[in-house]
T-cell receptor, first 115, second 112 residues
Framework: DAGVIQSPRHEVTEMGQEVTLRCKPI?????LFWYRQTMMRGLELLIY????????DSGMPEDRFSAKMPNASFSTLKIQPSEPRDSAVYFC?????????????FGPGTRLTVT | SQKIEQNSEALNIQEGKTATLTCNYT??????LQWYRQDPGRGPVFLLL?????KEKRKERLKVTFDTTLKQSLFHITASQPADSATYLC???????????FGKGTTLSVSS
């Protein structure tokens, strides 16, 4: 398996533009997580899905952020409009809920820079 | 609010010594706790999981303890090597689901 795939790996955009980050989880996994990592705040959970349904989006900073999971093999995180304070590395992770392991598999991340 | 603290942002040790990293949590009663390793420019990688009813878990040179009374987990790397240099994150998790809250991590540097 290729692992969790994220695209793009790097994104540079201007303030006010729309940004869409993409994630393909590991085949067969039924839970998907979006995290944001900064030096100041560390790794923060934004939202997670079980069986394509959003379970907890309390970590989404504000209405400018939205996430979708239209099917088991694809998810998007959208920021509209983007702001400089959104600059961070965004990680997607997947896991197989209901097993004893609970370990999460992370993608390589998308480094977002908003100027 | 739930809080996770990992000891000192950076830990420097000599090759061959044992590294001990600390994870303390407050306002939290996790059912289990996970440890991850993160290398620069990469996503975290799972290392070990320990459950609330387990005192200790080992995997090769790694050992994790979990004290629910002290609300603390210790992560040990014995016979440390320069290749162990990385940031280590702890993540307690609740009973209901698989949502993780991560500590900010401790960056370990092992010098030869």
């Amino acid at each position: 398996d290729a692992g969790v795939i994220q695209s793009p790996r790097h994104e540079v955009t201007e303030m006010g533009q729309e940004v869409t980050l993409r994630c393909k989880p590991i085949s067969g996994h039924n839970s998907l997580f979006w995290y944001r990592q900064t030096m100041m705040r560390g790794l923060e959970l934004l939202i997670y899905f079980n069986n394509n349904v959003p379970i907890d989006d309390s970590g989404m900073p504000e209405d400018r952020f939205s996430a979708k999971m239209p099917n088991a093999s694809f998810s998007t995180l959208k920021i509209q409009p983007s702001e400089p304070r959104d600059s961070a590395v965004y990680f997607c992770a997947s896991s197989l809920a209901g097993t004893r392991s609970h370990e999460q598999y992370f993608g390589p991340g998308t480094r977002l820079t908003v100027t | 609010s739930q809080k996770i603290e990992q000891n000192s942002e950076a830990l420097n040790i000599q090759e061959g010594k044992t590294a001990t990293l600390t994870c303390n949590y407050t306002n939290y009663s996790p059912a289990y706790l996970q440890w991850y390793r993160q290398d620069p420019g990469r996503g975290p990688v799972f290392l070990l999981l320990i459950r609330e009813n387990e005192k200790e878990k080992r995997k090769e040179r790694l050992k994790v303890t979990f004290d629910t009374t002290l609300k603390q987990s210790l992560f040990h790397i014995t016979a440390s090597q320069p290749a162990d240099s990385a940031t280590y994150l702890c993540a307690p998790a609740n009973q209901a689901g698989t949502a993780l809250i991560f500590g900010k991590g401790t960056t370990l540097s092992v010098s030869s």
